[in-house]
């Protein structure tokens, strides 16, 4: 029996500028894809710029007039991290959609980032946070939606905070879940701080739920010679209709909550089918993990102090 489509309405975003890093494949590139062709002008933000180029002409192919362009970001570094904000500051176009949908997945060994925090920490918290902070007062001028992609491996685990770099024990993981709990306790931060400053950013969460995605696939550059077991069931899952998502379905969390006007801030949305492994996207309670305020002020500190990223409140 086929699988039914799942989809959502977007609504026009014409006069929109959208920033979706993570863009240049997979779940990122449908994303990007999806605003575009509601009217937005998209910024990829990417570290390969042929792979950036190749997804510029996949997202032209259906959307001829698309109004996408490439900048240069490697997560990983907070030097190229504040590069991209010199650049966008620069430019001074207003920022209405953030999407901070790029991330990295155990690392079968650990590894660090050009500045020596662990590999997944420092890109898909940290570096996020960084990007965040230099562009503020883009993101202020579009009042913008800025909507945070963590990880149904949010749903359990803790902030290692006595070693948050996992140089003692390093658990892949374990570091994997501590980094979408860090991200997803700064975006609901994030809200919370906007409020109480008059920043007039929302903030909310999003996952896709259990995907074919490139997270677990051949990565050499993780170390990662070859797919994983896990991703190769998970294909076979997802081909079949069984429990999962599909690429197609596994955006549309992230696009709801970035885009519908009913989208509420300090919210988590992601798929409503068993588990939340797949299914039409829908708001879901907060995971325990990020339930915290305390826990998300104080990583909220940490991360300033780590990145050097000083976000004033006024």
Known sequence: MPRQAIDITIPDLTGKRAIVTGASDGMGLGIAARLAAAGAEVIMPVRNPRKGENAIARIRQSVPNAKVSL?????????????????????????????????????????????????????????????????????????ARVTSQISIAARRGAINWNDLNWERDYRGQRAYSQSKIAFGLFGLELDRRSKAHGWGITSNL????????????????????????????????????????????????????????????????????????????????????????????????????????????T
């Open 71 to 143: 900048r240069s970001l490697d997560l990983s570094s907070l030097e190229s991290i504040a590069a991209l904000g010199d650049t966008l500051r620069e430019e001074g176009h207003p920022i209405h959609i953030l999407i901070n949908n790029a991330g990295v997945m155990t690392p079968p060994s650990r590894q660090t980032t050009a500045d020596g925090f662990e590999l997944q920490f420092g890109t898909n918290h940290l570096g996020h946070f960084a990007l965040v902070g230099h562009i503020l007062p883009l993101l202020r001028a579009g009042r």
């Open 206 to 313: 999003s996952h896709p739920g259990v995907t074919p995605t490139s997270l677990l696939a051949a990565r050499p550059e993780l170390g990662r010679s070859e797919d994983t077991p896990q991703v190769r069931l998970i294909r076979a899952l997802s081909a079949r209709g069984i429990l999962l998502g599909t690429i197609d379905s596994a955006k549309l969390p992230a696009l709801m909550a970035a885009t519908d006007p009913t989208a509420k801030s300090g919210a988590l949305y992601g798929p409503s089918g068993p588990g939340h492994l797949g299914g039409s996207p829908a708001e879901h309670r907060l995971y325990p993990p990020l339930r915290s305020p305390d826990d998300a002020k104080r990583i909220w500190q940490t991360s300033q102090h780590l990145t050097k990223t000083a976000i004033p409140t």
